[in-house]
């Protein structure tokens, strides 16, 4: 599938004003990835592997494996398995906090992995040169405009702006806030992709037009065919409104935790006991801070794959951002990008 074929219409229809509009809006974006559309898939675990991930860049996206806890072996194979899948370009997602976050560094390196997406801060000291020495891309995420201001002194080479509608780990801010925030102030020195809560076209146009160079999607990708999840895990996103994905609560305001924005189930609650668990060890002296937040971010790890391998969507994790009203369907990948796509070129065409 070639850009033309996307960004045009591969049915043989007139390109229109709004396509070629899509793609000079889109045109940083898609040079910094080396693909055809400017959309990213968002890092979920379990379920950014080696399937859907080669299915979005083989469809003109740019697909992210979702590194999460995985061993430096387990990305290796991961690495190693997409790469028979596609020729196109992927990245990786590394998480901050990973204790074998260097080791993971080195793993993308010998593989020549092209992109590397940060998430959880700012890293420590060293890991962005290592990266940037690689070869990489560097693309980082900023959920406030200081860490945005740092993030790109210390180097990067593009942003990811991820408001709390998204899925998953969420920071306190909204998408529309984050971007009219950020995207004035630094879209201009630096590539700005924004993600959280989108889910059709028309809401890529309107970033695009603020000064995004792409857009990031993760919820929206979950109904995909050629997604693992469990035919389950599925069906909740099916079923639920934008009302049922709701954040988790802090129990203590000593541990670190940061929200999770999941489907609304017997785990959310369960997830409360949790903390005061780790509380009590806390109190205990019997581990430090640093093992507690490890701790919980193992807890979401395994609660997250019981609901998407095992499909108890009661006892797991069933993490969806607000967008999974939107998610009426399941399709293949390339159908999902032809319609936002569409969609967003139809938008410009109504302001043409």
Not at 209 to 229: D, K, N, P, S, Y
Not at 287 to 296: G, T
Request: hydrophobic share 45%.
């Amino acid at each position: 599938m070639s850009g033309e074929g996307l960004i045009a219409d591969p049915r043989g229809l007139q390109r229109s004003v709004g396509h070629r509009r899509l793609e000079a809006l889109m045109r940083r974006g898609t040079e910094l990835l080396g693909c055809e559309v400017a959309i990213l898939g968002g890092a979920m675990s379990w379920i950014s592997e080696r399937n859907l991930v080669s299915a979005i860049s083989n469809a003109g996206g740019f697909g992210v494996i979702a590194c999460g806890a995985m061993s430096p072996e387990l990305l290796d194979t991961e690495i190693a398995e997409t790469k028979t899948r596609t020729t196109r370009p992927f990245g990786v997602n590394l998480i901050t906090m990973h204790p074998q976050l260097s080791e993971l560094i080195d793993v993308c390196a010998r593989h020549g992995v092209g992109h590397v997406v940060l998430a959880g801060g700012l890293p420590p000291g060293g890991a962005i040169e290592r990266i940037k020495a690689s070869g990489a891309k560097l693309i980082a995420f900023a959920p406030a405009l200081a860490l945005a201001k740092k993030l790109m002194r210390s180097g990067v080479d593009a942003l990811v702006i991820e408001g709390m509608e998204a899925g998953g780990h969420i920071g306190p801010v909204s998408t529309s806030v984050l971007a009219q925030e950020i995207l004035p102030v630094v879209a201009g020195d630096i590539p700005v992709f924004v993600a959280g809560g989108i889910a059709r076209g028309e809401a890529v146009a309107a970033y695009l037009e603020m000064g995004a160079v792409g857009v990031q999607l993760g919820t929206r990708f979950v109904c995909a065919t050629e997604c693992i999840a469990h035919p389950n895990f599925k069906k909740a996103f099916l079923r639920a409104s934008a009302r049922d994905a709701i954040p988790s609560v802090q129990i203590d305001p000593r541990l670190p935790v940061i929200p999770v924005r999941a489907l609304k189930n017997r785990e959310m609650e369960r997830f409360a006991a949790k903390q005061r668990e780790v509380a009590d060890l806390l109190d205990k002296g019997d581990i430090e801070m640093a093992e507690a937040q490890l701790q919980i971010e193992h807890y979401w790890a395994g609660a997250l794959r019981k609901a998407v391998i095992d499909g108890d969507v009661e006892a797991g994790s069933v993490m969806a951002g607000q967008s999974v009203g939107m998610v009426t369907r399941e399709e293949p990948v390339a159908d999902i990008i032809r319609e936002l796509v569409d969609e967003a070129a139809a938008a410009l065409d109504s302001r043409t």
